[in-house]
């Protein structure tokens, strides 16, 4: 008797086992590489796609004067500036936390893992608490003393000021790109050194240095990519009121205009910036490829299986803790408690026995209907969960396609995956803000712009290379004999994942949900570019609160978002235990960037 | 039951292409448990998941009972979860989130084993009792001892009664005396289910023990296909005689081949052999023959007058237990022989070496 099951072509076999994967990663990278190109086209037509016509004139607009006098140079400032005060924090810390036997290390390397979760415009509003030139606090405690009438320094208006804030915020990526080549030296090439007779000081220039240094270089490329994408922390410090434009502001208020730089549209303008900001970041990106290729051929030179030798300080343990510390009050504790100070206070004031009879909760009776009520409240669960959830969910679809399938495509697809990382965000928020505008024209019933739904995408996108990351390192680890076994067993790919593959990584996928989910709780820059009358979020309104003034209220908001966060970590630690307490432990202590490449 | 013929399996890799299986053929007849023998990497492992599905080949065609489940370069292929073998894995894949319980009663809760829910606890409670691991049904995976894996691996490949049952070295991550025991008990268990069961592994012995028939891999290519005492006796080229047991293997040339006797004489660096000859001899032909060490006798009170013997000098004796083995150097050759633990020997002793004329085989 002939055979009874009928024969599927093996085209669709493969289409029948992977076919859903794979559908959900093309999904996802066609959306990424859609916008990308939309982005170029953008610079090529007169205004909206609307409106034919094909122009180069937004390209030789950028030889105009205001862009290459102020706005690069400002831009470049900046990126410089925070790689040079990031690394000022950054490389002790690294040495300090790692190679040396200072006290509490875990804790403390736990602490700096927490500060990316903090909102880094709250971070700016509280420095601006502190150093303003009218209200700066520690400015007036300056003046007071030194008996000075016009106030010593401001970190408004200046792009060393936007660098000084955004170099507190973006310490810890470096600190953990660093942390790792570091850990990994061979402690016996420094003992060489050692019986060569060099001193430790030596040591540490002429060894160990050189050792991490392609770590510390690709940390540096890295943090300059971030820190020229940003946008809300220079927006607060004087790029929104024109003092200061850089390159992140010119792309937001010219699709946004309504500051005082730019009183109409210009998209096409827009998009040249987006890819002016891009082309420095693939490039960065092309040389960290380099230098982690550098790195894990040292990793091959030396090996595993020693402990790095760590140096005792023995009575400079003091100092060492006070660096630690001094960085942690200066990147989170003096912020947080001035925005906590303002927050009780009518009008900011510096603390004093007549302040303290002022203290109320005058700005947090207001707080909820400042920030636009509960619809803000609902619009921000709303995007946290989609977007944890959904990042989650593509992640796992598309790692499953690259490390689970033997599709000639995954490469391709795991690469492709990977270029939301170089492209700065703002690009693909202006990709999204023009679809939209081109979507309420075109197709009126897709209700794209100034809805949840649009930044929702944009966090997506913005979350993959992350989220790809971390389950390619779970799916990795799993057998696949497991899986295989599976079918053997008369079960489907869909099955197999739902039963076998799911529950065997859920401590990895419970992990990226959560730090998703805070990620995308704090994120401002897109949130607030695709914001409409409609879609705020939590962010957005305090964000808003304080660019319109009310700076008692805005600093109440960020009290309660800052406490938000912190009691749901908690309660997310406590009730997750085993697995998941220990990685989201280990995630936090090791953000995002220690595992991208 | 399992029919495979002309099968070839590249796997092309950044440093070229590897040819793992070249054109393996073979036919496993219902109730036999055929046993695929050879050294690492000979693509033992690579033909069994083709089986099962797991690998597409590159040609060839693979029928399991009357169904053809690959064919034509993969235009024809019948998925993985369709094929309805039984499977068990080197690495046991047992799912460590499950209770053992769980992990057996996997294939008839979902997929296209499913039973009626009433029935699924009585049918893995009975496959457990078959693997003797009743008691321990609630047990979670990760705290099972080797044995206890296997055992729950082989539980779970069996629940849903599969016609075959494809088993990759499934004793060789457990001790020494445990495998001896599961030998047998794995055999007496596939017979009394009358199982065809296609078995890899590369320990001689295992295969001697439990096999119907084996086929003896080498390259990714079988070199043999026999009983175990036909592969044993009568290997047909050295590769094989060299990989079952330990062979003596010399090289000779055909001297003398008598008019009607069957009795010839060889010429081999120990001196000249009488051995039986096949009818195709040829005087000057090039051959290898081939004796067991256990055929081989040993004596210490000097040449006889007797047909193939030869003076030596015991260069090594170990005792193993249960006998000697020796190592006697004969013209400068190295012989390797067994003798009874009666006999004792000491190395530098100088012996007389018969190898008899039936133990003798020539190899092409
Ligand atoms: N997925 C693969 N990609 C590339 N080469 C492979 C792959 N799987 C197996 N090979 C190669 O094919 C050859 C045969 O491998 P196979 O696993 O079949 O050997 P085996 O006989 O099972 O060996 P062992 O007894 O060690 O398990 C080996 O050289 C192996 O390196
Ligand atoms: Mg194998």
Same mark, same amino acid.
């Given at each position: 008797?002939?055979?009874?099951?009928?024969?599927?072509?093996?085209?669709? #076999?493969?289409?029948?086992?992977?076919?859903?994967?794979?559908? /959900?990663?093309?999904?996802?990278?066609?959306?990424?590489?859609?916008?990308?190109?939309?982005?170029?086209?953008?610079?090529?037509?007169?205004?909206?796609?609307?409106?034919?016509?094909?122009?180069?004139?937004?390209?030789?607009?950028?030889?105009?004067?205001?862009?290459?006098?102020?706005?690069?140079?400002?831009?470049?400032?900046?990126?410089?500036?925070?790689?040079?005060?990031?690394?000022?924090?950054?490389?002790?810390?690294?040495?300090?936390?790692?190679?040396?036997?200072?006290?509490?290390?875990?804790? /403390?390397?736990?602490?700096?893992?927490?500060?990316?979760?903090?909102?880094?415009?709250?971070?700016?509003?509280?420095?601006?608490?502190?150093?303003?030139?009218?209200?700066?606090?520690?400015?007036?405690?300056?003046?007071?003393?030194?008996?000075?009438?016009?106030?010593?320094?401001?970190?408004?208006?200046?792009?060393?000021?936007?660098?000084?804030?955004?170099?507190?915020?973006?310490?810890?990526?470096?600190?953990?790109?660093?942390?790792?080549?570091?850990? #990994?030296?061979?402690?016996?090439?420094?003992?060489?050194?050692?019986?060569?007779?060099?001193?430790?000081?030596?040591?540490?220039?002429?060894?160990?240095?050189?050792?991490?240094?392609?770590?510390?270089?690709?940390?540096?490329?890295?943090?300059?990519?971030?820190?020229?994408?940003?946008?809300?922390?220079?927006?607060?410090?004087?790029?929104?009121?024109?003092?200061?434009?850089?390159?992140?502001?010119?792309?937001?208020?010219?699709? #946004?205009?309504?500051?005082?730089?730019?009183?109409?549209?210009?998209?096409?303008?827009?998009?040249?910036?987006?890819?002016?900001?891009?082309?420095?970041?693939?490039?960065?990106?092309?040389?960290?490829?380099?230098?982690?290729?550098?790195?894990?051929?040292?990793?091959?030179?030396?090996?595993?299986?020693?402990?790095?030798?760590?140096?005792?300080?023995?009575?400079?343990?003091?100092?060492?803790?006070? /660096?630690?510390?001094?960085?942690?009050?200066?990147?989170?504790?003096?912020?947080?408690?001035?925005?906590?100070?303002?927050?009780?206070?009518?009008?900011?004031?510096?603390?004093?026995?007549?302040?303290?009879?002022?203290?109320?909760?005058?700005?947090?009776?207001?707080?909820?209907?400042?920030?636009?009520?509960?619809?803000?409240?609902?619009?921000?669960?709303?995007?946290?969960?989609?977007?944890?959830?959904?990042?989650?969910?593509?992640?796992?679809?598309?790692?499953?396609?690259?490390?689970?399938?033997?599709?000639?495509?995954?490469?391709?697809?795991?690469?492709?995956?990977?270029?939301?990382?170089?492209?700065?965000?703002?690009?693909?928020? /202006?990709?999204?803000?023009?679809?939209?505008?081109?979507?309420?024209?075109?197709?009126?019933?897709?209700?794209?712009?100034?809805?949840?739904?649009?930044?929702?995408?944009?966090?997506?996108?913005?979350?993959?290379?992350?989220?790809? #990351?971390?389950?390619?390192?779970?799916?990795?680890?799993?057998?696949?004999?497991?899986?295989?076994?599976?079918?053997?067993?008369?079960?489907?790919?869909?099955?197999?994942?739902?039963?076998?593959?799911?529950?065997?990584?859920?401590?990895?996928?419970?992990?990226?949900?959560?730090?998703?989910?805070?990620?995308?709780?704090?994120?401002?820059?897109?949130?607030?570019?695709?914001?409409?009358?409609?879609?705020?979020?939590?962010?957005?309104?305090?964000?808003?609160?304080?660019?319109?003034?009310?700076?008692?209220?805005?600093?109440?908001?960020?009290?309660?978002?800052?406490?938000?966060?912190?009691?749901?970590?908690?309660?997310?630690?406590?009730?997750?235990?085993?697995?998941?307490?220990?990685?989201?432990?280990?995630?936090?202590?090791?953000?995002?960037?220690?595992?991208?490449? | 039951?399992?029919?495979?013929?002309?099968?070839?399996?590249?796997?092309?890799?950044?440093?070229?292409?590897?040819?793992?299986?070249?054109?393996? +053929?073979?036919?496993?007849?219902?109730?036999?448990?055929?046993?695929?023998?050879?050294?690492?990497?000979?693509?033992?492992?690579?033909?069994?998941?083709?089986?099962?599905?797991?690998?597409?080949?590159?040609?060839?065609?693979?029928?399991?009972?009357?169904?053809?489940?690959?064919?034509?370069?993969?235009?024809?292929?019948?998925?993985?979860?369709?094929?309805?073998?039984?499977?068990?894995?080197?690495?046991?894949?047992?799912?460590?989130?499950?209770?053992?319980?769980?992990?057996?009663?996997?294939?008839?809760?979902?997929?296209?084993?499913?039973?009626?829910?009433?029935?699924?606890?009585?049918?893995?409670?009975?496959?457990?009792?078959?693997?003797?691991?009743?008691?321990?049904?609630?047990?979670?995976?990760?705290?099972?001892?080797?044995?206890?894996?296997?055992?729950?691996?082989?539980?779970?490949?069996?629940?849903?009664?599969?016609?075959?049952?494809?088993?990759?070295?499934?004793?060789?991550?457990?001790? +020494?005396?445990?495998?001896?025991?599961?030998?047998?008990?794995?055999?007496?268990?596939?017979?009394?289910?009358?199982?065809?069961?296609?078995?890899?592994?590369?320990?001689?012995?295992?295969?001697?023990?439990?096999?119907?028939?084996? +086929?003896?891999?080498?390259?990714?290519?079988?070199?043999?296909?026999?009983?175990?005492?036909?592969?044993?006796?009568?290997?047909?080229?050295?590769?094989?005689?060299?990989?079952?047991?330990?062979?003596?293997?010399?090289?000779?040339?055909?001297?003398?081949?008598?008019?009607?006797?069957?009795?010839?004489?060889?010429?081999?660096?120990?001196?000249?052999?009488?051995?039986?000859?096949?009818?195709?001899?040829?005087?000057?032909?090039?051959?290898?023959?081939?004796?067991?060490?256990?055929?081989?006798?040993?004596?210490?009170?000097?040449?006889?007058?007797?047909?193939?013997?030869?003076?030596?000098?015991?260069?090594?004796?170990?005792?193993?237990?249960?006998?000697?083995?020796?190592?006697?150097?004969?013209?400068?050759?190295?012989?390797?022989?067994?003798?009874?633990?009666?006999?004792?020997?000491?190395?530098?002793?100088?012996?007389?070496?018969?190898?008899?004329?039936?133990?003798?085989?020539?190899?092409?």
């Amino acid at each position: 008797m002939p055979s009874v099951i009928p024969f599927v072509r093996r085209r669709a #076999r493969i289409a029948t086992a992977d076919a859903l994967p794979l559908a /959900f990663s093309w999904l996802v990278l066609a959306v990424v590489i859609f916008l990308l190109a939309f982005v170029l086209y953008m610079t090529f037509v007169p205004s909206l796609p609307t409106e034919p016509g094909f122009t180069l004139r937004h390209w030789s607009n950028v030889a105009s004067s205001r862009l290459l006098t102020k706005v690069v140079p400002n831009t470049v400032i900046v990126g410089f500036g925070t790689i040079c005060i990031a690394a000022f924090f950054a490389l002790p810390l690294a040495w300090l936390l790692n190679r040396t036997t200072l006290p509490l290390r875990t804790t /403390f390397t736990t602490m700096i893992g927490i500060v990316p979760v903090i909102p880094g415009f709250i971070l700016a509003m509280g420095w601006i608490m502190l150093l303003d030139e009218r209200i700066g606090l520690i400015n007036n405690v300056a003046a007071n003393l030194l008996g000075l009438s016009s106030l010593p320094l401001g970190v408004k208006d200046t792009p060393w000021g936007m660098a000084w804030v955004l170099g507190l915020v973006l310490t810890p990526p470096i600190f953990f790109l660093v942390a790792g080549p570091l850990c #990994r030296i061979d402690p016996s090439l420094e003992e060489v050194a050692g019986v060569i007779g060099m001193k430790q000081l030596t040591t540490l220039r002429r060894v160990t240095l050189p050792l991490v240094w392609p770590g510390i270089l690709g940390g540096l490329i890295y943090t300059f990519m971030t820190a020229v994408s940003i946008f809300e922390i220079p927006a607060l410090l004087g790029a929104a009121s024109g003092k200061v434009p850089v390159l992140a502001s010119e792309i937001f208020y010219s699709v #946004r205009p309504g500051g005082p730089l730019t009183a109409t549209f210009a998209y096409g303008a827009a998009g040249v910036y987006g890819t002016l900001l891009a082309v420095p970041s693939l490039v960065g990106l092309y040389f960290y490829l380099r230098v982690l290729e550098r790195t894990e051929r040292y990793q091959v030179i030396t090996g595993k299986g020693y402990r790095p030798r760590e140096t005792d300080l023995g009575p400079l343990n003091w100092i060492g803790i006070g /660096f630690v510390i001094s960085y942690l009050v200066l990147a989170v504790a003096l912020p947080l408690l001035v925005l906590l100070w303002a927050s009780l206070m009518p009008v900011l004031q510096l603390p004093s026995r007549e302040a303290l009879s002022k203290l109320s909760f005058i700005n947090y009776d207001s707080l909820l209907e400042g920030l636009g009520g509960i619809a803000v409240i609902w619009n921000t669960v709303v995007l946290v969960l989609c977007v944890s959830l959904l990042v989650s969910f593509f992640s796992f679809m598309v790692s499953w396609v690259v490390v689970r399938t033997r599709i000639r495509s995954r490469k391709l697809i795991d690469m492709l995956v990977m270029v939301p990382h170089a492209i700065p965000s703002l690009a693909f928020a /202006f990709a999204l803000a023009m679809l939209g505008i081109l979507a309420s024209r075109w197709l009126a019933w897709l209700p794209l712009s100034g809805t949840i739904g649009i930044i929702v995408i944009a966090h997506i996108i913005n979350r993959m290379p992350y989220g790809t #990351r971390v389950m390619n390192s779970a799916l990795g680890q799993v057998h696949h004999e497991l899986e295989e076994i599976a079918q053997v067993c008369g079960t489907k790919t869909p099955t197999v994942m739902r039963r076998i593959i799911l529950p065997l990584v859920k401590p990895s996928v419970v992990y990226l949900a959560v730090w998703t989910a805070m990620l995308s709780f704090q994120e401002v820059t897109m949130a607030l570019f695709l914001s409409g009358p409609q879609n705020h979020v939590l962010a957005v309104s305090i964000w808003e609160l304080w660019e319109s003034g009310s700076l008692g209220t805005a600093a109440a908001g960020a009290v309660a978002m800052v406490a938000t966060m912190s009691a749901l970590m908690f309660a997310i630690l406590s009730v997750a235990r085993g697995p998941t307490a220990g990685l989201v432990g280990r995630g936090v202590a090791e953000p995002p960037v220690a595992e991208e490449p | 039951m399992i029919r495979v013929t002309n099968l070839r399996k590249q796997f092309v890799t950044k440093h070229g292409a590897l040819a793992a299986v070249r054109g393996v +053929a073979f036919e496993v007849k219902e109730g036999e448990i055929f046993m695929l023998l050879g050294p690492s990497g000979c693509g033992k492992t690579t033909t069994l998941r083709c089986i099962a599905g797991l690998e597409a080949p590159d040609e060839g065609e693979i029928w399991i009972g009357e169904q053809l489940v690959f064919a034509d370069r993969g235009q024809k292929i019948v998925p993985v979860y369709k094929r309805g073998v039984g499977m068990v894995f080197q690495s046991y894949a047992i799912w460590p989130h499950l209770t053992v319980f769980e992990n057996v009663a996997y294939p008839l809760v979902y997929g296209i084993f499913k039973a009626p829910k009433s029935e699924v606890r009585e049918r893995v409670a009975k496959t457990l009792r078959l693997v003797g691991m009743e008691r321990l049904e609630d047990r979670p995976a990760p705290l099972l001892s080797g044995g206890q894996q296997q055992r729950v691996a082989l539980a779970r490949a069996l629940v849903y009664e599969p016609k075959v049952l494809l088993l990759d070295e499934p004793l060789s991550n457990l001790d +020494a005396k445990l495998r001896a025991e599961m030998r047998v008990e794995l055999r007496a268990l596939m017979k009394r289910l009358n199982i065809t069961a296609v078995y890899v592994t590369h320990d001689q012995e295992e295969a001697l023990v439990l096999s119907d028939r084996i +086929a003896v891999m080498h390259g990714g290519e079988i070199k043999q296909i026999g009983s175990p005492r036909d592969i044993y006796v009568r290997p047909e080229n050295d590769v094989v005689a060299g990989f079952i047991g330990t062979a003596n293997l010399l090289p000779a040339s055909i001297s003398t081949v008598p008019g009607n006797a069957r009795e010839g004489l060889v010429s081999t660096p120990i001196g000249a052999l009488v051995c039986s000859l096949p009818p195709s001899a040829a005087v000057g032909q090039a051959v290898t023959i081939m004796f067991r060490p256990e055929d081989v006798l040993v004596s210490v009170s000097g040449i006889g007058q007797s047909r193939n013997t030869f003076a030596g000098i015991v260069e090594q004796a170990v005792f193993v237990g249960s006998r000697f083995q020796c190592v006697i150097s004969v013209n400068g050759l190295k012989i390797e022989c067994e003798l009874p633990k009666s006999q004792v020997v000491e190395s530098g002793q100088n012996v007389a070496v018969e190898i008899p004329c039936h133990a003798i085989h020539l190899l092409p």
